[in-house]
């Protein structure tokens, strides 16, 4: 059953409108098709309208739709030979992060990402996405054993954050997520990076550091999620819309700012609404980055990394005589 965002219900009353005279028309036998038509066009515009101009909090919305495809349903549709790879090799296995070996496009590869689940159930298995500490060594001793056989890393981001319990925080959760980063920074083969939803603090950074950001159009990407940004300026975290307008979250502004790389264009409505199809978008962005950077020698590759990522936040002065033609 689809599930109705809360800014959809004018769409969706609209639908169900249309839907009654359908059956009115199928019961009674009385041709209304014209009526049909005429509610079915002002449907049209009216998602045309919705989606045409998407606030920032609504695109926060969107990215939390629990029918937006995951890492697992993009290693699946993505490459043949996908196999997941469990366990840090300190602690356990974590739920939250995926990760293994596939073949995308007939060359070797590394998977690795966060993992929400599709029910409750599921969700409170992968505890909503958010990982653990073993789940950031889980991926970083997957990334270096991709180092090691020389396979391209393809990392998938959709996590409010890292998990912040105290266990969490006992086992070094802040230590784990530095390693990566480090480790990241550092190596020798090409890394893609894609924000698929939610892109939340140092748990999306953690896996995010590559020589390609990637992010879906309806996706977000930031320091603090909405809700926790207004919980700490407002004392209330029922202003998440608020902070949502005014953080510059959303993929375009991230495009903007030269944060991310690309902004892949979702299916009409968000990419819950047609899987399949986002999933052959990705994979068109991906084979499309790993054409490019894997002809790039290795020193190269490296320079331009650091580089990238040098020059995030760099800003002038408005005075700044230099500057001036």
């Given at each position: 059953?689809?599930?109705d965002?809360?800014?959809?219900?004018?769409?969706?009353?609209?639908?169900?409108?249309?839907?009654?005279l359908?059956r009115?028309t199928?019961?009674?036998?009385?041709?209304?098709?014209?009526?049909?038509?005429?509610?079915?066009?002002?449907a049209?515009?009216?998602?045309?309208?919705i989606?045409?101009?998407?606030?920032?909090?609504q695109?926060?919305?969107?990215?939390?739709?629990?029918?937006?495809?995951?890492?697992?349903?993009?290693?699946?549709?993505l490459?043949?030979?996908?196999?997941?790879?469990?366990?840090?090799?300190?602690?356990?296995?974590d739920?939250?992060?995926?990760?293994?070996?596939?073949?995308?496009?007939?060359?070797?590869?590394?998977?690795?990402?966060?993992q929400?689940?599709?029910?409750?159930?599921?969700?409170?298995?992968?505890?909503f996405g958010?990982a653990?500490?073993?789940g950031?060594?889980?991926?970083?001793?997957?990334?270096?054993?991709?180092?090691?056989?020389?396979?391209?890393?393809l990392?998938?981001?959709?996590?409010?954050?890292?998990?912040?319990?105290?266990?969490?925080?006992?086992?070094?959760?802040?230590?784990?997520?530095?390693?990566?980063?480090?480790?990241?920074?550092?190596?020798?083969?090409?890394?893609?990076?894609?924000?698929?939803?939610e892109?939340?603090?140092?748990?999306?950074?953690?896996?995010?550091?590559?020589?390609?950001?990637?992010?879906?159009?309806?996706?977000?990407?930031?320091?603090?999620?909405?809700e926790?940004?207004?919980?700490?300026?407002?004392?209330?975290?029922?202003?998440?819309?608020?902070?949502?307008?005014?953080m510059?979250?959303?993929?375009?502004?991230?495009y903007?700012?030269?944060?991310?790389?690309?902004?892949?264009?979702?299916?009409?409505?968000?990419?819950?609404?047609?899987?399949?199809?986002m999933?052959?978008?990705v994979?068109?962005?991906?084979a499309?980055?790993?054409?490019?950077?894997?002809?790039?020698?290795?020193?190269?590759?490296l320079q331009?990394?650091?580089e990238?990522f040098?020059?995030?936040?760099?800003?002038?002065?408005?005075?700044?005589?230099?500057?001036?033609?």
């Amino acid at each position: 059953m689809a599930i109705d965002l809360p800014f959809e219900k004018p769409l969706v009353e609209l639908r169900v409108k249309i839907d009654e005279l359908k059956r009115f028309t199928e019961e009674k036998g009385i041709d209304m098709s014209e009526e049909v038509a005429t509610l079915e066009a002002k449907a049209t515009a009216l998602a045309q309208a919705i989606y045409r101009d998407l606030t920032p909090w609504q695109k926060v919305q969107i990215a939390r739709h629990p029918d937006r495809p995951t890492t697992l349903d993009y290693a699946r549709g993505l490459c043949d030979d996908f196999v997941e790879l469990h366990g840090d090799r300190q602690f356990r296995d974590d739920p939250a992060v995926v990760g293994g070996i596939a073949r995308f496009g007939g060359m070797a590869i590394t998977i690795v990402g966060t993992q929400k689940g599709k029910d409750t159930k599921e969700n409170i298995y992968r505890n909503f996405g958010m990982a653990h500490p073993e789940g950031y060594r889980k991926a970083r001793r997957l990334m270096k054993q991709a180092e090691k056989f020389g396979r391209p890393i393809l990392t998938f981001i959709d996590t409010a954050g890292a998990y912040p319990g105290t266990g969490a925080e006992e086992r070094g959760q802040g230590e784990a997520i530095a390693h990566n980063l480090i480790d990241m920074v550092g190596l020798r083969v090409p890394i893609v990076c894609i924000v698929t939803g939610e892109g939340g603090s140092g748990g999306a950074l953690g896996l995010g550091v590559g020589d390609r950001i990637l992010m879906l159009e309806h996706a977000w990407y930031s320091v603090i999620a909405p809700e926790s940004a207004a919980a700490i300026l407002w004392k209330d975290a029922t202003q998440g819309q608020r902070a949502a307008d005014s953080m510059c979250i959303t993929a375009q502004d991230l495009y903007r700012f030269g944060v991310v790389d690309e902004v892949l264009p979702e299916p009409f409505g968000g990419a819950q609404r047609a899987p399949q199809e986002m999933i052959h978008t990705v994979k068109s962005a991906v084979a499309s980055a790993f054409e490019h950077l894997c002809c790039m020698p290795v020193d190269e590759l490296l320079q331009k990394r650091y580089e990238k990522f040098r020059n995030m936040g760099v800003f002038y002065e408005g005075n700044d005589s230099s500057l001036q033609d």
